[in-house]
């Protein structure tokens, strides 16, 4: 299921996606997200939008990453991807895009719910 969710405060939804990610799956404001993000980016010396860069955002804050078996590279898609996920958080890396997943909810600025997910962050229960 998707639900429209745009923190972004002019209303973009223009490559801030991992900023959107971000904010979501950590319960912050896009400000807060935007500035962790751009900190990392300048301690790492790439980008924000650098996947290793929001991605080691997500680490620091308790997340694991996970690829997505190749079983079916074309066919299994995010909203596949939520309905075997109905409990947790997670944030999914779709190919030059990323969005939340939040107890199978699919939170994004738009209906990715077709796009094909290759990894996953996921934060463990205790």
């Known amino acids: 299921m ?10 973009r939804s223009v490559g801030d996606c991992a900023v959107r990610a971000v904010a979501k799956a950590l319960g912050i404001s896009w400000e807060d997200a935007y500035t962790l993000i751009a900190a990392n980016g300048f301690k790492m010396a790439d980008m924000p939008s650098s996947d290793s860069v929001w991605g080691s955002v997500l680490r620091m804050n308790g997340f694991y990453r996970k690829n997505i078996p190749n079983t079916c590279p074309d066919c ?8 075997e996920h109905p409990q947790g958080i997670f944030v999914l890396g779709l190919g030059g895009h990323t969005a939340t997943v939040i107890d199978g909810v699919l939170f994004d600025s738009w209906d990715s719910s077709k796009e094909i997910p290759q990894y996953y962050w996921y934060k463990e229960e205790l």
């Open 76 to 83: 299994y898609t995010a909203e596949m991807f939520c309905e």
């Open 2 to 11: 998707y639900k429209y969710f745009n923190p972004n405060p002019a209303g």
